[in-house]
């Protein structure tokens, strides 16, 4: 039994880990869906196809696989995503590039981009050695 437990433990830490307290950060966020993807309807960073009718997001500044809970601050509204791709462009000066079902979600598709706070809920599991 003792073995069994060691094992679930081990298996359990290999994939997630519970993110330190982490800040609420502001930042602006954009949005994309299949006609800002420079025709590219193929892969995201993380592999998978990308779908703008699901929640996802992009970011350079958090690990591909951190769960976000994300907030626009003009309405209130919130929802939690995953960082599945890399983007947005750095000069531009926003946090994120969120798809175009979560910017719908979050009430901001129609102007494009939206003063957000974003709280990491999950970050990646990763080892060093």
Partial sequence: MRRLTVLIL????????????????????????????TGKRG???????????????????????????????????????PITDRGPAKRLGRLLDLSEAAATALGYHRDGIAVVAVRVLVLPHTTTR
């Fill in 10 to 37: 081990i298996l359990a830490s290999t994939t997630l880990a519970a993110p330190p307290d982490q800040p609420i950060r502001l930042g602006k966020a954009s949005w994309y869906g299949y006609e800002w993807t």
């Fill in 43 to 81: 892969t995201m960073a993380n592999g998978k196809r990308f779908d703008p009718q699901r929640f996802s997001a992009a970011s350079y500044d958090y690990p591909l696989g951190t769960v976000l809970e994300v907030t626009n601050q003009a309405n209130g509204q919130r929802l939690t995503v």
